[in-house]
Nanobody
Framework: QVQLVESGGGLVQAGGSLRFSCAASGRTFSIVGMGWFRQAPGKEREFVAVINWSGGNTYYADSVKGRFTISRDNAKNTVYLQMNSLKPEDTAVYYC??????????????????WGQGTQVTLSS
């Protein structure tokens, strides 16, 4: 069992920045990778970014590439998401997720076993 606790989020103006943290506890030794997904009202949950726990390889959705940066601190079992140049379309609930298996489809939420509580990000005009 792994528990994920998210911190960060809130209301921010378009063009602004936010930083998320997600701390894992429990059987953290089983974690292979961690990432972020988001879900807007009326839409399916979509992939945002992921980082492999060993090696630190990162992958991003095209919609956030160049604006968001994912990083991790293995010693703290924590993953971060730095979000810059935020746009109104970034408004969503953001979920931290952890994967305990290596898969080809790293962007598919069904491959992630553990999830954070979700954090609202709202872009103001």
């Amino acid at each position: 069992q792994v528990q994920l606790v998210e911190s960060g989020g809130g209301l921010v103006q378009a063009g602004g920045s936010l930083r998320f943290s997600c701390a894992a506890s429990g059987r953290t030794f089983s974690i292979v990778g961690m990432g972020w997904f988001r879900q807007a009202p009326g839409k399916e949950r979509e992939f945002v970014a992921v980082i492999n726990w060993s090696g630190g390889n990162t992958y991003y959705a095209d919609s956030v590439k160049g604006r968001f940066t994912i990083s991790r601190d293995n010693a703290k079992n924590t993953v971060y998401l730095q979000m810059n140049s935020l746009k109104p379309e970034d408004t969503a609930v953001y979920y931290c997720a952890a994967r305990n298996i290596n898969v080809y489809r790293y962007d598919n939420p069904v491959n992630y076993r553990y999830w954070g509580q979700g954090t609202q990000v709202t872009l103001s005009s």
